[in-house]
């Protein structure tokens, strides 16, 4: 065994076998796997193993097609051929218009990866998979590349092909702790000796967290018992003349694909039941839990009745395993929060359709720090520390429980709310607050106009839709008051935070005392990172003179760890999170000053207190920080308050504002108001796959600088041309939002994609951004939306265009 290597990765499943053959692959060849037992001995040996391509935004589909196109070249590979069906095709199913409606957004979004889904009718699904009945069912998706794979023979041949390029593979070599040094280079200690590297990866399965609390790390990943049976041989599918295709069902909760001459069906049942949470055996290896067909009665019953040829078939194998599940149902493949040189590729519950795709995605981002796709919705650092044992139990049963029923825009599940609350948030419920849950934070959305107030769930435009139009109404014409709970806040202090900053930052950043301003970061290849505001306290009694680093409440790890990295031990620079101790309350409105004149001394005129000032001050007898920035583009304050008197600032502001008739506005209000304004949303709008100038924040950068993170990168970007631009469009329909994913295109041809669309209630159109291919991105260039499977007419419009010259924000 090796002494010392660059990277061990922790786990011989499908996660770690495909991570190790991709790092050779990113030509990185002094690479270990260790494994405690034999290669596939976790999940992946009684894995259904079925690869199929869909995907609810443009990574995961992206990922999918490399996991296909990889096992299709290994499936064909002479000198070590595996068995892949490739190409049985598969349909999900649906029973809803909203359900359908849904699949048609898939099918557009996918469309821009060049995959090619069909959402074809009911007489088509029983066509396609003569099995099935059409009661109850409207219709589905069908996905032609569907298939499924044998996933010991698909590990070994990843291990091979690894082996060939240099990688060392150690089989039972159980990973006993892990010492991390004061050069953030890892011991790996092992039952047959230790490891030096550079780099860990843990890809341990459902033993994640026994290999996490080595690394003083809790994931948020719990496992689930899943079940599935296979049948004796059917006579209708050994007569078809072709294979079944494979079926997913959100109706009754199963799925199914052809298994020799029989069927497989697995089941995702109610009565479902977490596994190993106090705890698994250490001789749980190459084991299954008992069998419970009891727990999976009702689902049955829906399978028997789509596919009565079921009732006939016999019963010959039951499988039930441990299968993992994280707090939002999708993997954690990236760098693992707050530890340097540490990534994982875990909580997997489609891993050996992924598994492919994420190695290959985790490989680049150790290697080359970012992967070719935006990874945000994987990456290990999109919660905060809210994410504990208990809450991720609850959520992972939740989506079990919904496994094939995707979420719908606006939809918040029930399961672990108020994880993350502020005094307030109770009496906005009160006041009839619907919430949106926002990194584990309750945020207002809109208050309701009745306690029993609901929307209904889909891609149109929802019930909602008048509410949200009064609330921008109201902040147009009034005053209105928001929180913003859970806003990352990060506290600089020290003499050398400006310096710190302009290295990180692409543009020139404020740093004269009581400004605010806001700069965008990039990564090493120049690409788009994140964005900030940036604000400059004084010194006085509350502290030094510093810096409040104010970012999007999701942001809180990434940015902390990102900041952090880049930090120089030879200068005087400090970080410390506020984010949990602070909360925003927005007042926003033309009459927005004088509400806060009246609970706030001081002269807060335009003149003493201008557009992007920052002042210490009181509300009431609150400490709060305000800042002249506002998202909505009108006249705002953000006022920033311990969360210990925020209660008494509330009380004080709606004194206040009683005069005014103050009301309160919620996200949904913020976002269209934003997307008027031409502001960006960070993960929306703001991606890794686009650099500053293609996304339009050319004057947030200044190439004279004398360095910043990714700038030689930017420089030779720069000398190509923009390939894609971010455009805003005006859309043709009254019935529904563009929402992100959704393709645009011009003469049949996809041009681009959405990021994020909402009806602006201001200007009374419906509009949406896209990054567009930029030849076709100038002002007033016709193209279409594909909006629920229809192509809707689309021009190409001026970014802002509320209040254009900024006027009110200033006023
Ligand atoms: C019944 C069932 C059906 C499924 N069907 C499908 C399907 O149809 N399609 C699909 O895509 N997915 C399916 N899945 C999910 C899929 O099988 C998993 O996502 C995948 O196998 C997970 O792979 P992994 O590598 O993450 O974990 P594992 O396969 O569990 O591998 C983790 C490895 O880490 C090793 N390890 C743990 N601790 C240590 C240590 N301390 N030191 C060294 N090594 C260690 C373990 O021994 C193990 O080999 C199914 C799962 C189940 C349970």
Same mark, same amino acid.
């Given at each position: 065994?090796?002494?010392?290597?660059?990277?061990?990765?922790?786990?011989?499943?499908?996660?770690?076998?495909?991570?190790?053959?991709?790092?050779?692959?990113e030509?990185?060849?002094?690479?270990?796997?260790?494994?405690?037992?034999?290669?596939?001995?976790?999940?992946?040996?009684?894995?259904?193993?079925?690869?199929?391509?869909?995907?609810?935004?443009?990574t995961?589909?992206g990922l999918?097609?490399h996991?296909?196109?990889?096992?299709?070249?290994?499936?064909?590979?002479?000198?070590?051929?595996?068995?892949?069906?490739?190409?049985?095709?598969?349909?999900?199913?649906?029973?809803?218009?909203?359900?359908?409606?849904?699949?048609?957004?898939?099918?557009?979004?996918?469309?821009?990866?060049?995959?090619?889904?069909?959402?074809?009718?009911?007489?088509?699904?029983?066509?396609?998979?003569?099995?099935?009945?059409?009661?109850?069912?409207?219709?589905?998706?069908?996905?032609?590349?569907?298939?499924?794979?044998?996933?010991?023979?698909?590990?070994?041949?990843?291990?091979?092909?690894?082996?060939?390029?240099?990688?060392?593979?150690?089989?039972?070599?159980?990973?006993?702790?892990?010492?991390?040094?004061?050069?953030?280079?890892?011991?790996?200690?092992?039952?047959?000796?230790?490891?030096?590297?550079?780099?860990?990866?843990?890809?341990?399965?459902?033993?994640?967290?026994?290999? /996490?609390?080595?690394?003083? %790390?809790?994931? $948020?990943? &719990?496992?689930?018992?899943?079940?599935?049976? =296979?049948?004796?041989? +059917? *006579?209708?599918?050994?007569?078809?003349?072709?294979?079944?295709?494979?079926?997913?069902?959100?109706?009754?909760?199963?799925?199914?694909?052809?298994?020799?001459?029989?069927?497989?069906?697995?089941?995702?049942?109610?009565?479902?039941?977490?596994?190993?949470?106090?705890?698994?055996?250490?001789?749980?290896?190459?084991?299954?839990?008992?069998?419970?067909?009891?727990?999976?009665?009702?689902?049955?019953?829906?399978?028997?009745?789509?596919?009565?040829?079921?009732?006939?078939? /016999?019963?010959?194998?039951? %499988?039930?395993? $441990?299968? &993992?599940?994280?707090?939002?149902?999708?993997? =954690?493949?990236?760098? +693992? *929060?707050?530890?340097?040189?540490?990534?994982?590729?875990?909580?997997?519950?489609?891993?050996?359709?992924?598994?492919?795709g994420?190695?290959w995605l985790?490989a680049q981002q150790?290697?080359h720090?970012e992967a070719c796709y935006d990874t945000?919705?994987?990456?290990?650092?999109?919660?905060?520390?809210?994410?504990?044992?208990?809450?991720?139990?609850?959520?992972?049963?939740?989506?079990?429980?919904?496994?094939?029923?995707?979420?719908?825009?606006?939809?918040?599940?029930?399961? /672990?709310?108020?994880?993350?609350?502020?005094?307030?948030?109770?009496?906005?419920?009160?006041?009839?607050?619907?919430?949106?849950?926002?990194?584990?934070?309750?945020?207002?959305?809109?208050?309701?106009?009745?306690?029993?107030?609901?929307?209904?769930?889909?891609?149109?435009?929802?019930?909602?839709?008048?509410?949200?139009?009064?609330?921008?109404?109201?902040?147009?014409?009034?005053?209105?008051?928001?929180?913003?709970?859970?806003?990352?806040?990060?506290?600089?202090?020290?003499?050398?935070?400006?310096?710190?900053?302009?290295?990180?930052?692409?543009?020139?950043?404020?740093?004269?005392?009581?400004?605010?301003?806001?700069?965008?970061?990039?990564?090493?290849h120049?690409m788009?990172?994140?964005?900030?505001?940036?604000?400059?306290?004084?010194?006085?009694?509350?502290?030094?003179?510093?810096?409040?680093?104010?970012?999007?409440?999701?942001?809180?790890?990434?940015?902390?760890?990102?900041?952090?990295?880049?930090?120089?031990?030879?200068?005087?620079?400090?970080?410390?999170?506020?984010?949990?101790?602070?909360?925003?309350?927005?007042?926003?409105?033309?009459?927005?000053?004088?509400?806060?004149?009246?609970?706030?001394?001081?002269?807060?005129?335009?003149?003493?207190?201008?557009?992007?000032?920052?002042?210490?001050?009181?509300?009431?007898?609150?400490?709060?920080?305000?800042?002249?920035?506002?998202?909505?583009?009108?006249?705002?304050?953000?006022?920033?308050?311990?969360?210990?008197?925020?209660?008494?600032?509330?009380?004080?502001?709606?004194?206040?504002?009683?005069?005014?008739?103050?009301?309160?506005?919620?996200?949904?209000?913020?976002?269209?108001?934003?997307?008027?304004?031409?502001?960006?949303?960070?993960?929306?709008?703001?991606?890794t796959e686009?650099?500053?100038?293609?996304?339009?924040?050319?004057?947030?950068?200044?190439?004279?600088?004398?360095?910043?993170?990714?700038?030689?990168?930017?420089?030779?970007?720069?000398?190509?041309?923009?390939?894609?631009?971010?455009?805003?469009?005006?859309?043709?329909?009254?019935?529904?939002?563009?929402?992100?994913?959704?393709?645009?295109?011009?003469?049949?041809?996809?041009?681009?994609?959405?990021?994020?669309?909402?009806?602006?209630?201001?200007?009374?159109?419906?509009?949406?951004?896209?990054?567009?291919?930029?030849?076709?991105?100038?002002?007033?260039?016709?193209?279409?939306?594909?909006?629920?499977?229809?192509?809707?007419?689309?021009?190409?419009?001026?970014?802002?265009?509320?209040?254009?010259?900024?006027?009110?924000?200033?006023?």
């Amino acid at each position: 065994m090796k002494s010392r290597t660059k990277v061990v990765v922790i786990g011989g499943g499908i996660a770690g076998c495909s991570t190790l053959y991709h790092l050779t692959q990113e030509g990185w060849s002094d690479v270990v796997l260790v494994e405690r037992n034999e290669l596939t001995s976790g999940t992946t040996w009684h894995s259904a193993a079925q690869v199929t391509n869909f995907g609810m935004n443009q990574t995961m589909v992206g990922l999918k097609s490399h996991s296909i196109n990889l096992y299709k070249e290994l499936s064909e590979d002479p000198e070590y051929p595996i068995n892949y069906h490739h190409g049985d095709g598969g349909i999900r199913l649906a029973n809803t218009e909203a359900q359908m409606d849904g699949y048609r957004h898939f099918a557009s979004m996918a469309k821009g990866m060049d995959v090619n889904f069909e959402v074809i009718d009911a007489n088509e699904c029983a066509k396609r998979h003569p099995l099935i009945s059409k009661n109850n069912l409207l219709g589905g998706l069908w996905d032609p590349s569907d298939g499924d794979i044998d996933p010991a023979q698909l590990c070994q041949a990843l291990a091979r092909r690894a082996r060939k390029a240099g990688a060392e593979v150690y089989r039972n070599t159980p990973v006993t702790a892990l010492t991390q040094r004061s050069d953030d280079t890892w011991t790996v200690h092992t039952e047959h000796g230790d490891i030096d590297c550079d780099i860990i990866v843990n890809a341990c399965g459902y033993r994640v967290n026994e290999v /996490g609390s080595m690394m003083g %790390v809790h994931h $948020p990943v &719990t496992s689930m018992e899943h079940q599935y049976f =296979l049948t004796e041989d +059917i *006579p209708e599918i050994k007569s078809a003349g072709h294979r079944m295709p494979l079926l997913r069902c959100p109706i009754s909760d199963y799925y199914c694909r052809q298994e020799k001459n029989g069927l497989l069906l697995g089941f995702y049942e109610q009565d479902c039941k977490t596994w190993g949470m106090d705890g698994i055996d250490p001789n749980f290896v190459n084991a299954l839990c008992p069998d419970d067909l009891d727990r999976v009665t009702d689902v049955l019953e829906g399978a028997f009745d789509r596919m009565p040829a079921l009732m006939e078939a /016999g019963i010959h194998t039951v %499988v039930n395993g $441990p299968i &993992t599940y994280t707090i939002d149902g999708a993997p =954690l493949v990236g760098a +693992i *929060p707050g530890k340097q040189n540490a990534f994982c590729i875990i909580g997997l519950r489609a891993g050996l359709g992924e598994g492919g795709g994420h190695g290959w995605l985790l490989a680049q981002q150790i290697v080359h720090g970012e992967a070719c796709y935006d990874t945000w919705c994987i990456d290990p650092r999109r919660f905060a520390g809210h994410t504990n044992v208990e809450l991720t139990a609850l959520k992972a049963i939740e989506d079990y429980q919904n496994e094939f029923r995707f979420h719908f825009p606006h939809e918040h599940r029930p399961a /672990g709310r108020n994880a993350k609350t502020t005094p307030l948030t109770p009496i906005f419920a009160e006041q009839g607050a619907e919430f949106t849950v926002v990194n584990g934070w309750e945020r207002v959305e809109y208050i309701k106009p009745t306690k029993d107030f609901k929307t209904t769930l889909g891609f149109k435009f929802d019930e909602a839709f008048d509410l949200i139009a009064r609330e921008v109404k109201n902040v147009q014409e009034n005053v209105g008051l928001c929180e913003v709970n859970g806003f990352n806040r990060i506290e600089i202090t020290g003499s050398d935070r400006h310096n710190f900053l302009d290295r990180i930052f692409c543009g020139n950043i404020k740093k004269q005392t009581g400004k605010v301003g806001l700069g965008y970061f990039l990564n090493h290849h120049g690409m788009l990172k994140g964005e900030a505001t940036i604000a400059n306290l004084p010194q006085s009694d509350r502290g030094p003179a510093r810096v409040w680093y104010g970012s999007a409440a999701a942001s809180e790890y990434h940015d902390m760890d990102w900041l952090r990295q880049h930090l120089n031990p030879v200068e005087d620079v400090q970080l410390r999170s506020l984010t949990n101790d602070l909360t925003i309350l927005v007042l926003a409105g033309p009459n927005a000053r004088k509400v806060l004149s009246a609970c706030s001394r001081g002269d807060w005129s335009k003149d003493a207190f201008p557009w992007l000032s920052l002042r210490e001050c009181f509300i009431g007898i609150a400490p709060a920080t305000v800042m002249g920035v506002s998202f909505s583009g009108e006249l705002a304050y953000e006022i920033h308050i311990p969360n210990a008197s925020l209660y008494a600032a509330y009380l004080a502001i709606q004194k206040a504002g009683i005069e005014f008739d103050i009301k309160l506005f919620g996200a949904r209000a913020v976002d269209t108001m934003r997307l008027e304004k031409g502001f960006l949303h960070w993960k929306a709008d703001i991606l890794t796959e686009f650099d500053p100038f293609e996304t339009g924040l050319n004057k947030f950068v200044n190439m004279n600088k004398n360095e910043f993170i990714g700038k030689e990168a930017l420089k030779s970007r720069q000398s190509e041309k923009c390939l894609n631009k971010l455009v805003s469009l005006e859309i043709d329909t009254k019935d529904a939002p563009a929402h992100g994913g959704a393709t645009v295109s011009i003469d049949n041809k996809v041009v681009g994609t959405i990021t994020s669309g909402d009806w602006g209630h201001r200007i009374n159109k419906n509009i949406a951004y896209a990054f567009i291919k930029s030849e076709y991105s100038t002002i007033g260039t016709e193209t279409f939306v594909d909006i629920l499977g229809e192509k809707i007419s689309a021009k190409i419009i001026e970014s802002c265009p509320y209040d254009p010259n900024f006027d009110i924000i200033k006023s």
